[in-house]
């Protein structure tokens, strides 16, 4: 027999109607209004299926990542991405949709087979070139003459497989084609950041937090020199975040700035570029979010606080950037 203190009082994400559920006591219920099933893990819900699945990755910072109460509003933009190819705005974000056909998938794994056999003929030519050199005693050439076979065969067998026979499924159960896509950032016309990942009727979020002044965006300088075949680059990573918690994390996530080392006049530049963004974003979201800039990709990070410190404009700047004002 359940008591009020037992039970949980929850808004239906797809019929927004109110629902109780038991604490602490993971299953999946449905809801009377509008029979959607709702997963349930004690806490709060993780997913909702309709004719669409709906997934919220559940996880050690939740409360930090995701507002609960407002997991209607995820499904309407879930919905609005699905169905009319909307994403994530591009100030602090990034966002992408495309159509994977049943021609391009079956054009990729025919690629991917073709690629692993040659892979493997590559390879046993090798070996047999490695056993005849074993009995010369020539390391060197031995060396050479496998390393280029297992990058290959590496390659083959990690580095392929863009497509599944799943996918291939998929695709023929909806009629030929399917949407997929991702993003981070900022829902348009809102305060909500999210990030996610979809595919047909699947949509997977890992955040959809309601932003205010309490969060921040953090950034991180890097500099890549480039090699033979790329160009030299220079930025910030950055991730959005609450206290401590990540709401993204850093890796595809870039500014990209002019190829510079690090002079004032640079770092002015730099920091006026990231006030733009800023201030682009306020007028789409309402808020100016605080940033907090890291320099400990650079040899000496210290050298660089001295110039920003020592310097009336850039200190005025980076106070603009820290305040969120």
Not at 300 to 320: N, R, V
Request: charged share 20%.
């Amino acid at each position: 027999m359940y008591t009020e203190l037992d039970m949980a009082e929850i808004e239906c994400p797809i019929c927004r109607e109110q629902v109780i559920f038991p604490q602490g006591e993971p299953n999946v219920f449905e809801c009377p209004e509008c029979v959607a099933e709702l997963d349930w893990n004690g806490k709060h819900i993780t997913g909702v299926i309709t004719n669409r699945h709906y997934l919220f990755v559940d996880g050690e910072h939740f409360s930090s990542r995701f507002d609960p109460e407002k997991f209607a509003d995820a499904i309407d933009f879930a919905n609005e991405v699905m169905d009319n190819n909307i994403t994530v705005l591009s100030s602090f974000g990034h966002g992408g949709n495309s159509i994977v056909t049943e021609d391009s998938i079956i054009d990729s794994m025919d690629f991917d087979r073709s690629f692993s056999t040659f892979g493997i003929v590559f390879f046993v030519i090798s070996l047999m070139g490695f056993l005849l050199l074993l009995s010369n005693g020539a390391e060197l050439a031995m060396c050479m003459c496998m390393v280029p076979s297992i990058f290959v065969l590496s390659i083959a067998f990690v580095g392929g497989n863009t497509h599944t026979s799943e996918d291939l499924v998929i695709s023929q159960s909806a009629g030929g084609s399917y949407g997929q896509g991702n993003g981070i950032g900022f829902v348009p016309d809102s305060s909500y950041y999210a990030g996610y990942v979809w595919k047909d009727k699947t949509f997977t979020f890992n955040s959809f937090k309601s932003v205010n002044e309490n969060h921040y965006v953090e950034l991180r300088h890097f500099s890549y020199s480039g090699g033979d075949n790329s160009h030299p680059r220079q930025g910030f990573m950055y991730k959005m975040k609450n206290g401590d918690v990540a709401i993204g994390s850093y890796g595809v996530d870039k500014i990209y700035t002019s190829v510079h080392n690090l002079k004032r006049d640079d770092l002015v530049g730099d920091f006026e570029q990231i006030l733009e963004i800023r201030n682009q974003l306020k007028k789409k979201i309402g808020i100016y979010l605080p940033i907090k800039i890291n320099f400990d990709s650079v040899l000496t990070p210290q050298k660089i606080m001295k110039i920003i410190e020592s310097d009336s404009e850039l200190s005025k700047l980076w106070k603009k950037l820290k305040q969120g004002k």
